[in-house]
């Protein structure tokens, strides 16, 4: 369902694969760091059993945020979403 972190002081919330923020300047810094995390590693492994928990947590690592709220995910319906935004990134055009 999504997660909720704090960021620079600030709430930030990542549902189905997007960034949520009232700071415009960080949810658009957290998507480019997403994205270029998953093109870097390929993101959450295939495997994973909450991918978009995963991604959540690295970002609070990186950011030296923290993890405030988490409700697991379908795993499912939220790997293919993830499994897409691989597979664009990693063969961009």
Same mark, same amino acid.
């Given at each position: 369902? !999504?997660?909720?972190?704090? %960021?620079? !002081?600030? *709430?930030?919330?990542?549902?189905? !694969?997007?960034? $949520?923020?009232?700071? #415009?300047?960080?949810? &658009?810094?957290? #998507?480019?760091? &997403? +994205?270029?995390? %998953?093109?870097? #590693? @390929? @993101? /959450? ?8 928990? +995963?991604?959540? $947590? ?6 030296? @945020? *923290? ?5 697991? #995910?379908?795993? $499912? ?7 897409? *935004? $691989?597979?664009?990134?990693?063969? /961009?055009?």
């Amino acid at each position: 369902m !999504g997660a909720l972190l704090r %960021i620079r !002081g600030q *709430k930030v919330f990542l549902r189905k !694969g997007y960034w $949520r923020c009232a700071d #415009t300047v960080l949810e &658009t810094e957290l #998507t480019r760091v &997403t +994205e270029s995390w %998953i093109r870097e #590693t @390929g @993101g /959450p492994a295939l495997s994973a059993n909450d991918p978009e928990f +995963e991604v959540a $947590r690295e970002m609070a690592r990186r950011y030296r @945020g *923290k993890l405030l709220s988490h409700v697991p #995910t379908r795993g $499912r319906s939220v790997a293919r979403l993830y499994f897409s *935004k $691989r597979q664009l990134l990693l063969f /961009p055009e």
